[in-house]
């Protein structure tokens, strides 16, 4: 039986990478209905939740809202657990519940720091609170999601990405009227970049544009959504 939901759930994800996604649905589908005939709780919540999430990053969010809603891990998955913060902090935002948004990601940060590895993890989720702070307005706890973002991401050596939440801290604090705090955040910013070869910098640049085009999308399909079963 486990094997049978392996194989419907790596079909459903070569289907997304092919843009297949009425097959990829299906796929999911068949995931759920196989592991519910196994009766492991943890094999059915990771299969909802692949389900749930592909609904949302497809367009029908409120279909997939309802089964990430009934997705209880147990107490102590805190990796689970987050995944679902995250993915219904998606749905929320989809649906412009920005304040219900921002209280599954922080739930959803609680949780990833209580992972052993979960410092990128938290990291794209304090990058995502700051943008939800930012579409409220509330312009400098969204500035202090981005600082907290950036040393996250040095913390993990993902230097261009931190180079991202730095440039956003910098905008942030000029708007809040901080402009000396923003020239200190912006020279940190350019050093980093400085201080990278051209490769790196390439790398910036296509880490920005996807931070801006595939923050709802692409990445919680290809990275937070697929929960090893």
Sequence with gaps: MATDVEHYTRL????????NYKDAINNFSEALQRAQKSNDAQVIC?????????LVALGRTAEGLKDLETVK???RDHQLTADVCYNLCLAYEDLNNTAEAIEC??????????????????ADSTCRLASLHTRLQDFEKAAEAYADAAHLYGTAGDVPQQTVCLLQQAKLLQT??????AI???????KL????????LGRYTKLKKILLYCGK??????YLMFRTL
């Design 217 to 222: 999308i692409c990445i919680p399909v290809m």
């Design 12 to 19: 459903a994800q070569e289907n997304l990478c092919e843009k």
């Design 176 to 181: 809040c009227n901080k402009s000396a705090d």
């Design 193 to 200: 970049c400085t201080e990278r070869p051209d490769p790196g």
């Design 105 to 122: 990601i922080q739930q959803a940060i609680k949780h990833y720091n209580e992972c052993f590895d979960g410092v990128v993890l938290k």
């Design 184 to 190: 200190d955040v912006a020279n940190e910013c350019a």
């Design 73 to 75: 891990p147990l107490e």
């Design 46 to 54: 990771k299969c909802r939740l692949n389900f749930g999430a592909v």
